[in-house]
C-alpha cells in the first residue's frame, strides 16, 4: 500500500510514522472504506474472544451473536449520536446556527463514533438479545470486556487511514506525518501548522493502551475469578484512565466546558464511578456467580406451572374424594371401624354365656 511521504530513516531509527495515502478502495461499483473495515474487523475479533470466554463460564457460544444482533446495530447509532452531539458544529453551525451540513450526520462511513454513546445503547441493545437468551446482562458484560477494549483499538487504524484525531505537534522519533489537506488549524491561534510539523500519533497510543488493558483484565479475571459486572467495570476504569491524557493530546474540533475537552470530563466522571462501583461490587460479590444464566436451561417462564398431576388409579383416595362407586354396599362389615367390630363379637359370647 503506498504512502505517502516515504519515511525517512536514519542511522536504523524511524523518524517519523507516515499516512496512508489512501483511505478508500473500489470493488466495481462498491467503496470499501478503511474506517468501515477497522470498524468490522473489531467487531469480529471481539465476538471471538466474547465467544471464548462466554463458553469458559457455562455459556452457550451460539448465544454471542443472537446478543449482537441487538448490541451491534444498537451501538453503532448511540455511536454516531454522542459524536455529533458532542461535536455540533460541523453538522448545524455553530451555536447551531445553521450554517453546517446536518446531512453528513448521517455519513458514519467518514468516522465518528463516540465510544461512550456506543457502550451506552449497545448496552440496552445487549440487554434486549440477553433476556431473550434468558442469560445475566452482568455476565455477559464480562465476558465481553476484553473484546471490546481490542476492538476499540482496531477500530483506531481507521482514524489514521482517515488522517484524523491526532494530537500536537511533537518532535518525537514516531512523529505522524498527516497530508496537507488534512492539517488542523492550530486552536490556540487559528493558523494552519507549517508544511513538515509532526503530530502525536493518538490513534497508535490509544491502540496500544487498549491491547494493554485488555491483557490486564484477562489477568485479572483469571487470577481474581471476577463476576457479577466486576470485568466490564474494571474496563470502564482501565480505559477512562489512558483516554482522559490521550484526550488532552488531540487538537481536533471539540466542544470545550470549563476550558477541557467534554470527552475529558466524560472520561473523569465514568472513571470516578467505575471507581466506586468496582468497590461496591467486590465487597458485594466477592466470588464469580455459579451460573450464567438467569432461570434454568429449557425453563420458559411463558409456559405457566405445570398442571396438577393425573390421580392414581391403583392409590388410596385423597381426602376429598369421594366413594369408590363400585365397591358401594358390597363391604359394609368392611367399611365398620375395627371397634365396632370387637364390641359385636364380645356381646355375642356373652349372650351364649347367659344360655348356657
Not at 76 to 96: A, K, M, Q, T
Not at 174 to 179: A, C, K, N, P, S
Not at 217 to 239: E, T
Request: aromatic residues 10%; contains cysteine; charged residues 20%.
Amino acid at each position: 500500500m503506498p504512502a505517502a511521504p516515504v519515511t525517512e530513516v536514519v542511522t536504523g531509527i524511524v523518524t517519523e510514522i507516515p499516512s496512508p495515502s489512501e483511505h478508500t478502495w473500489y470493488l466495481g461499483i462498491f467503496p470499501l472504506r478503511a474506517y468501515a473495515l477497522a470498524i468490522l474487523a473489531g467487531i469480529a475479533i471481539a465476538l471471538w474472544m466474547t465467544a471464548r470466554r462466554w463458553k469458559a463460564r457455562g455459556g452457550n457460544p451460539e448465544d454471542v451473536l443472537e446478543i449482537a444482533f441487538w448490541a451491534v446495530p444498537f451501538g453503532i447509532v448511540g455511536g454516531r449520536i454522542y459524536h455529533v452531539l458532542s461535536s455540533p458544529d460541523r453538522y448545524f453551525g455553530e451555536n447551531f446556527s445553521g450554517g453546517g451540513d446536518p446531512i453528513t450526520a448521517l455519513y458514519v462511513w467518514e468516522g465518528g463514533l463516540g465510544i461512550w454513546g456506543a457502550i451506552a445503547l449497545g448496552a440496552v441493545g445487549a440487554w434486549l438479545g440477553c433476556r431473550q437468551k434468558g442469560v445475566r446482562l452482568s455476565s455477559f458484560a464480562d465476558a465481553v470486556a476484553p473484546g471490546l477494549l481490542v476492538a476499540q483499538g482496531v477500530g483506531r487504524l481507521g482514524n489514521w487511514f482517515n488522517q484524523e484525531l491526532y494530537g500536537r505537534p511533537t518532535e518525537l522519533p514516531w512523529g505522524l506525518r498527516i497530508d496537507a489537506e488534512h492539517v488542523v488549524s492550530n486552536p490556540a491561534t487559528g493558523v494552519a501548522y507549517p508544511e513538515g510539523t509532526l503530530f502525536h500519533p493518538t490513534f497508535l497510543y490509544e491502540l496500544l493502551w487498549c491491547f494493554l488493558m485488555a491483557g490486564v483484565l484477562l489477568f485479572l479475571d483469571r487470577r481474581f475469578k471476577l463476576g457479577h459486572g466486576r470485568v466490564f467495570w474494571a474496563y470502564v476504569l482501565l480505559y477512562t484512565l489512558g483516554r482522559v491524557w490521550i484526550e488532552m493530546l488531540r487538537i481536533d474540533d471539540a466542544e470545550l466546558v470549563l476550558g477541557l475537552r467534554l470527552n475529558v470530563w466524560t472520561s473523569i466522571l465514568l472513571g470516578l464511578a467505575a471507581l466506586v462501583v468496582s468497590v461496591v461490587l467486590a465487597r458485594k460479590f466477592p466470588t464469580r456467580e455459579e451460573s450464567v444464566r438467569l432461570r434454568p436451561e429449557g425453563d420458559d417462564p411463558s409456559a405457566g406451572s405445570p398442571a396438577d398431576p393425573e390421580p392414581d388409579a391403583e392409590s388410596d383416595s385423597g381426602p376429598d374424594s369421594g366413594p369408590d362407586p363400585a365397591s358401594a354396599g358390597t363391604g359394609a362389615a368392611a367399611a365398620e371401624p375395627e371397634e365396632v367390630k370387637t364390641a359385636a363379637v364380645e356381646k355375642s359370647d356373652a349372650d351364649s354365656s347367659a344360655r348356657t
